[in-house]
């Protein structure tokens, strides 16, 4: 017979094992899930401006629909606006399962005209979309512009007379609205003056300043910048329809005479590298966390409005939009950035 402190031993190991079980199927599971686990947000630019607001986005859905979930950290990479976060994600210098990073339409604008470096679309996998930003004109509250057509009437005089201020370098996608501005007055994008960012966040700061005449931002940025006091004027928001919220005073570029629409999709994309399982994981929670009841408030207190797509449908949606950017570019005299 085994003496009593053997028995007292097998006993207790036992009882550790069975009280370890549980926690170590669940640490399992865990690993093999990428977005259960501790995981970051990179934003591709400087602070303030729309990809900020995708990334406080998505970690503040992941968090409701799943709040036992350590937090999506925040990370800041910018550089080219995207350019550098995509061509570290893509040529493997940086990434993981729990790598996101934020992407907007302007990302598909420049990966169309091959800004981004050597790389296709396909060397990343694209994630999920947590909604869609509009694009607006707006000038400081003190500017002579309190119209639309009061700006495209200084156009039509001297389209230098302008400034425009806005993220990106010549051929993003703030560029390209101001060049549609200035083609709407019958100028020419090349004779127009634009003063490029890093981001919204320093285009809307020298807009304060007035160092800049007219900010062709995005809604969300512009009406963060309000809320925080910022003293400026939307003259019109670049939406099929007059859209409602914040921006239910605002009238389209449309009413106005103007044809610019100009969406800005924005949403999360992953390293090509990483494993298939990753991949389902992240797009699974994201489907879950756009499609849960309170997702829409969510949104809305993030100035966005619907357009939640993942799988199949974003690759197509990717693809698609493109191939419009390459001819709109060509449209524009935009030649294609060779590396």
Sequence with gaps: MPPPFALTRRHALRALSAWLAPAALHATAAAGDASEGPAECVIPAKAGGGFALTCALARDALQAVRPARVPLAQRYLPGGIGAVAFDRIASGQLGGPGTLVAFSSGSLLNLAQGRFGPHPPSAVRWIATLGTDYGVVAVHR??????????????????????????????????????????????????????????????????????????????????????????????AVLSETRLVGALTGVPTAREQGVDIVWPTVRGLYLSANVPDAAVRAWTTAFAEATAAPGYAALRERHSLYPFALTGAALDNYVQARIKAYQQLAEELGLRRWKP
Excluded: C, N
Aim: glycine residues 14%; without cysteine; hydrophobic residues 50%.
């Design 142 to 235: 003190d500017s002579p512009y309190r119209r639309l057509q009061d700006l495209l009437a200084a156009l039509r005089q001297d389209p230098s007379r302008v400034v425009f201020g806005a993220g990106g370098t010549v051929g993003s996608q703030d560029w390209v609205k101001a060049a549609l501005l200035v083609r709407a007055a019958g100028g020419a994008a090349k004779a127009m003056r634009f003063v490029s960012f890093e981001g919204g966040g320093d285009a809307l700061g020298a807009l304060q300043g007035k160092h800049v005449d007219a900010f062709p931002g995005d809604a969300a940025e512009a009406l963060q910048a309000i809320a925080g006091g910022a003293p400026l004027r939307l003259l």
